[in-house]
């Protein structure tokens, strides 16, 4: 059978993977060639991005400088992006994705397999679950995880790093796998989505976190306070939720090697270290320091606060929780040491 994939999203690490994506379908006979790509349509210097993005195969917003595979075709329409796909590729930000599958409900294809490259978590007034479930139980269809430490610019650029695929059904890991991985881009499997998915989410919360010890120039021995700290909370929180997370996860690339790049060069870090210097909203600073892309760790804050405080659990999370209310309650950031 001959596999189509369709990539939903296009915004700094969709285009990142459109380029090995794009690569990698045209070394196997059984995949289609084109790639379509969901772009959510904008205007660039008074052209539609889709159109800049055919004509001269990069994304000029999002990843400038870097040449896209021309069998890359981006969509403004998302229906029409997947109608016909056997492999949907998520990678938005996760605030997005709700009203994604609602638009695509009952319009893919009945034996399609779905992969998130999200990091985050979906958190309503019943409780919270994880990016991958909601696309299951929305779209009716398998979802695997991918998660690293992957910062866009550097994949882009082929310089060389690692990233965990978590999945539930093998064969599935083994056919994703086959469109990621690359001599610079190395993939490892595990059968562990809930672990590698929830490495992904928590850690954008302590790469904030990083970035406040930068702010407050508090020196690296600190940074690597926060990260063992971190993880110490991402692997509790995550085993107390879902009994199945594996120790051994929080050692691949989607765990501890994702906390030592998102402390030290992510887009969460910086803004935070911003947010410290200029004293500055991270909404602000998002919009004036970002073009157009998203942080992903106050919100996850926000969600992780909620689901800690509903189950009276603050005072187990305190690095979790402080950087909370450094964000959302105007702590002041020299709490990040006080407090925990
Ligand atoms: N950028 C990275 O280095 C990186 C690496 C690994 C994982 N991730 C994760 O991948 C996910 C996607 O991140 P990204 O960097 O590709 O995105 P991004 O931060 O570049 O986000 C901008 C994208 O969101 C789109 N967008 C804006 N408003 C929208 C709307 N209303 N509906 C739908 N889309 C809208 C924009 O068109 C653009 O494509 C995130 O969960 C992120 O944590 C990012
Ligand atoms: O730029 P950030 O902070 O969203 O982090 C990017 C990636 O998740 C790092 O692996």
């Known amino acids: 059978m001959t596999e189509k994939v369709a990539l939903i999203g296009s915004g700094n690490w969709g285009s990142a993977v459109a380029k090995i994506i794009g690569r990698n379908v045209v070394r196997f006979d059984h995949f289609d060639n084109q790639v379509k790509m969901w772009v959510f349509e904008e205007k660039v210097n008074g052209q539609n991005l889709t159109e800049i993005i055919n004509t001269k195969h990069e994304n000029v917003k999002y990843l400038p400088g870097i040449q896209l595979p021309e069998n890359i075709v981006a969509c403004p329409d998302l229906v029409e992006t997947c109608r016909d796909a056997s492999m949907l590729v998520f990678v938005v930000p996760h ?137 110490y909370e991402m692997r509790k929180f995550s085993q107390m939720f879902y009994k199945d997370v594996r120790d051994e996860t929080f050692f691949e690339s989607c765990g501890v090697a994702d906390l030592i790049t998102t402390c030290a060069g992510g887009r969460n870090r910086k803004v935070a270290e911003a947010h410290v210097v200029t004293g500055k909203s991270f909404d602000q600073l998002e919009q004036e320091m970002l073009n157009g892309q998203k942080l992903q760790g106050t919100s996850t804050a926000k969600d992780m606060y909620n689901i800690l405080s509903k189950n009276n659990l603050c005072h187990e999370f305190p690095l979790m929780t402080t950087i909370y209310r450094i964000c959302y309650e105007n702590l002041p950031p020299i709490r990040i040491v006080e407090d925990i």
């Open 95 to 231: 605030q997005f994705v709700a009203s994604i599958c609602k638009q695509l409900k009952g319009k893919i294809q009945p034996n399609c397999k779905a992969i998130s490259l999200i990091k985050g978590i979906d958190v309503n007034e019943h409780g919270f679950r994880l990016i991958t479930d909601m696309i299951q139980e929305s779209l009716n269809i398998r979802s695997c995880i991918l998660s690293g430490a992957n910062i866009a610019s550097e994949v882009a650029e082929e310089r060389f790093c690692e990233t965990t695929i978590g999945y539930r059904n093998r064969s599935d890991g083994e056919l994703f796998k086959e469109i990621f991985h690359t001599p610079s881009f190395r993939v490892n499997i595990v059968e562990d989505v809930v672990g590698v998915e929830l490495c992904g989410a928590l850690k954008n919360i302590v790469a904030i976190g990083g970035g406040l010890v930068d702010g407050l120039k508090l020196g690296d021995n600190t940074k690597a306070a926060i990260i063992r700290i971190g993880l």
